[in-house]
């Protein structure tokens, strides 16, 4: 293959430096939530037994780490090299789409009969939809 | 968009990735305008123009979309 020619597919090839900095600063916090998420679920369950101050800096820490996290993601949005920006915008608003279209039709399936679930799906289905949605994009684009 | 970006990079020998790293971009967005898959921004299509010292309607082509200039209707 010379070098005029160079067809690469594979997605995180030829990404720009700078995108994997970022993303790679998103993916640790996005690690330390979900430690600090099942660290804080454990604890306000089993050890902090009473609700006091403890108990709620404990609830409250996970939250603040992924505040950080989201921080990091929008840092990494506006530095992303534009084919990547892009392709993050179209997984984003696919993601979220698909999580409006469940949380709101879900409703009506569930007056028709369907289990009540956890609220929580919604942010699974949104998450799920956003990972399918990017590669996606990385099939259409790259 | 049809652009002669391939040709143009290929004439001052430049690979892809060397391309991108002028231009500040991915290699990946150089291959995806060549591949016709991404139109560029309007930035960087005028600093693709200007790197090669041509004009944006030198290197892409927009198919000539119909439409009516303003001074042409009066």
Redo the contacts between chains.
């Keep these: 293959m010379n070098?005029?020619s160079?067809?690469?597919n594979e997605p995180n090839?030829?990404?720009?430096s700078r995108?994997g900095k970022y993303s790679i600063n998103v993916l640790y916090w996005a690690i330390l939530w979900a430690i600090s998420h099942l660290a804080s679920t454990a604890l306000t369950r089993w050890v902090v037994s009473d609700m006091n101050v403890i108990k709620w800096l404990v609830a409250v820490w996970p939250i603040a780490v992924s505040i950080g996290a989201l921080r990091h993601f929008m840092r990494y949005l506006e530095n992303a090299?534009?084919?990547?920006r892009?392709m993050e915008f179209e997984s984003l608003s696919a993601g979220y789409g698909s999580g409006i279209i469940f949380s709101v039709g879900y409703v009506s399936l569930e007056s028709a009969g369907m289990p009540v679930i956890f609220l929580g799906s919604t942010a699974a289905v949104m998450m799920s939809s956003y990972v399918v949605f990017r590669f996606r994009a990385a099939r259409?684009?790259? | 968009m049809k652009n002669t970006l391939?040709i143009l990079?290929?004439q001052h020998d430049l690979?892809?990735?060397a391309l991108?790293e002028k231009l500040?971009?991915?290699?990946?967005?150089i291959?995806?305008i060549e591949?016709e898959?991404?139109d560029?921004?309007l930035p960087?299509a005028f600093k693709i123009a200007r790197l090669f010292r041509l004009t944006i309607e030198q290197i892409f082509e927009d198919g000539n979309q119909a439409i009516t200039p303003l001074d042409a209707d009066s």
């Design positions: 070098k005029y160079m067809a690469h090839e030829g990404r720009h995108d090299d534009e084919l990547t892009k259409k684009y790259l | 391939k990079r290929a690979s892809q990735a991108a500040d971009v991915s290699r990946q967005t291959n995806a591949k898959k991404y560029p921004s960087l």
